[in-house]
């Protein structure tokens, strides 16, 4: 298949139908007059903005949570912003199908209307940059340049949203560390079509700086600032954020989502596809298969997934899983790899280690010998050299490396993510067996075919 | 036993006997007759000096290797005194049982008289540091010192002498980096007897720097140089020689060395016993037992020993342990220990590690995945996957420890002494095995018998 036959066949599958648009327009209407009116009988100044993919025409079909932001003056002291805020969303909530209180920098309600879930944020209304005072004042903004800017490429964002999503590219959050939605956008508007993105994979990384806002030229000294910043953290991109120069739009994509869209980029555009938007599911296997195939050793940590949501708790599960990492490499380990992440109710890290039992013996090493801990070294080992400066003996340690995994949580030696450390030590232990509902992931993590990027 | 006692029956068996001490000098008065009566047949113009611990009555009992020093004028070419030195020692030589050439700095005639070996050295006749030329040229001068110095502590020399030979800390050879002669000397000079010395072992290397000349009042800014440049050595003490500001006496004298005298020195306090003096065999034990108790495992590489002095032979040795240590480190095995030496004509290496079989598929590292090489490591490699900015690859990889140091060896990936690099190619590499006349090395090796302190 050639890419035009493929992207029109995607095409028919995320455009959304004219049903839907009606749909969705109506709703939009009617939620903007359930806010004007709301607004006026809580005798508030607040203009109802919407924003997001729905406003800017490039949600995809099926995926339209609506965002409606509440903007109230700019001299509105922020308390007053929370509080007003959150009374105005609750009022307007109470006449929709249900809601709850949810929280970012400040609390909002999450509403749910006609099937639809219904963000009702309070923020400022901003007309520029410099107003900017919370973390999504900026929405307005980017809605306006998006729609501005986007002279009827909205299906090519389309496509390349939904390419990033079949990638698992998709999603600038803290444990995805891929391409938000604003940053397809950019890309598409800068360079004209989904595939001159793809096509441009290479030529992207290599310019490095995007200023779709001509910040370096209109605001050099702070454009310039975010372009040093961001070069010193060594981000793949930096996009300078065309509504504010002081903002990397890019700055949450790391290298190893673009690593992964530079490469399905040039596959794609070599062999064209559908399964790039919608991936077949992994082939399934045997993880013991692996296991004998590789010659390595499985270990998993089973335990009750805690109940955090994916910001918090996914964080957390790979602090904890390089934590295991380390403790293990000092106790003479080789770690291969580790994955983490939850099915059901469980959670899970998973280690590949080069074996699960170790020598009873190890070395340990000591003080300088002309210390007075040398000379404590020295009298409390049956068996004492010296390399260098230092004293060395034998140590007596755990064999096995359920054993070991024991000791060392016992022991605190472990660096694990706070919010889960008490299931952790309550964890499963568990040695070239993973449970029933454990054995795919098990599989996609040995075989590496999570991350395999054929 | 107390420590008097000890020194007694010590100093009975070191102590040359009025007979040995007649016989030595008897030789001596005919090797300068000799040396006098050549030097004037050739008409020369020569000075004989015995130096070493002969000439300084403080050679053991038993252990009087003659050094006859013949000093050439300071005005005489060095090319003329290498030429004429040579000459004469060979006329001697002529004139005793036998002879061979050796090689230091220039080349001197090593002879056989009487049962006992003879060097003779051709140097210059300095008088004073200033005229030093070559690295010999000083023992005239050590020679000189000592006798002016030792107030009739000899007898003290030969006990730490006898002392640090017992504990394996004596001899300033490269490879053994302990106390030289000269080095005890000083010290029994200094502080006045041997179990002074002994006292003072933490005391010595606390105050670090040693001055009998009294260089640091003499000859400041020398002496300085010396003491700064050896400090960023970090040498365990700083002996500045008393006939010449510019060195150190105990320059080669490693902390392992000092590490043993130290313990051993305060062990012999607390118990003294002659077993210091006189070491008994090491126990004899099983090293598959050791294999056993430890977990561990053990390979052996033995080979034709290369007909080398030590002096060469045995750096040659720990550069190629080294080196596998190294090499199977980067391989994925952990290297507790390793030992090298002889045994007859048997050469060896031997190494203690983790396992003898690894896991067959590790992971490859590979380059940054936006190069021209990254895309050629993508291409290559069935599962390529990226972490940071770089793509890892899985790589199928020899099990066996034989096989893989067999790999490693035809690859020049191990690096090695450069004179026996061709005989440890020829090696036979044993698992878990150690031959016949390695039995015993092994034990001392794994149970660390060798060097264990207690």
Not at 243 to 264: C, H, M, Q, S, T
Not at 407 to 418: F, H, I, M, R, Y
């Amino acid at each position: 298949m050639d890419a035009e036959s493929v992207i029109k066949e995607v095409l028919q599958q995320i455009r959304p139908t004219e049903e839907e648009r009606a749909f969705i327009e109506n709703l939009m209407r009617e939620l903007e007059e359930l806010a004007v009116e709301t607004i006026e009988e809580l005798g508030l100044d607040v203009k109802p903005y919407f924003v997001g993919s729905l406003a800017k025409d490039t949600y995809l079909a099926g995926d339209h949570d609506v965002d409606l932001f509440l903007a109230f003056p700019l001299e509105t002291p922020l308390e007053e912003l929370r509080e007003k805020g959150l009374e105005l969303g609750k009022a307007m909530a109470e006449r929709l199908d249900s809601y709850e209180i949810a929280y970012a920098e400040h609390p909002y309600v999450r509403a749910r209307y006609r099937g639809v879930s219904v963000d009702l944020v309070p923020c400022y209304d901003v007309k520029s940059w410099k107003d900017v005072r919370t973390a999504v004042d900026r929405s307005i903004l980017h809605t306006e340049w998006v729609n501005e800017n986007i002279r009827g490429k909205n299906d090519e964002v389309r496509l390349l949203k939904r390419f990033l999503k079949g990638i698992n590219a998709y999603g600038s959050e803290i444990y995805v560390r891929g391409f938000s939605g604003y940053l397809a956008e950019i890309l598409v508007i800068k360079y004209g079509s989904f595939l001159e993105v793809l096509e441009k994979a290479d030529f992207i990384l290599r310019q490095k700086i995007i200023d779709p806002g001509n910040w370096l030229k209109r605001e050099y000294e702070t454009a310039m600032n975010t372009v040093k910043r961001e070069a010193d953290e060594d981000r793949p991109l930096i996009v300078i954020d065309p509504v504010d120069p002081r903002r990397n739009v890019a700055a949450n994509l790391g290298w190893e989502r673009y690593g992964i869209f530079y490469f399905k980029a040039m596959k794609f555009l070599e062999e064209p596809s559908t399964k790039f938007f919608f991936p077949e599911k992994p082939r399934a296997g045997n993880y013991l298969d692996e296991l004998r195939r590789k010659g390595t050793h499985l270990v998993v940590l089973a335990f009750e997934k805690p109940d955090l949501v994916d910001d918090l708790l996914l964080p957390q599960l790979e602090r904890s899983a390089r934590g295991f990492e380390k403790a293990l490499e000092r106790e003479g380990f080789r770690v291969f790899g580790w994955d983490y992440g939850y099915s059901g109710d469980k959670a899970f890290i998973m280690l590949e280690l080069d074996r699960v039992e170790r020598e009873r013996v190890t070395i340990k090493p000591g003080p300088e010998f002309f210390t007075e801990r040398g000379l404590d070294f020295y009298r409390k080992n049956e068996r004492v050299w010296v390399r260098g400066k230092r004293l060395y003996a034998e140590k007596r340690v755990k064999e096995n490396i359920v054993d070991v995994i024991s000791e060392l949580l016992e022991k605190n030696q472990v660096a694990l993510g706070k919010g889960i450390r008490e299931m952790i030590k309550l964890a499963d232990v568990l040695a070239d067996y993973a449970p029933k509902e454990l054995e795919q992931s098990a599989y996609l993590f040995l075989s590496r075919e999570k991350w395999n990027l054929k």
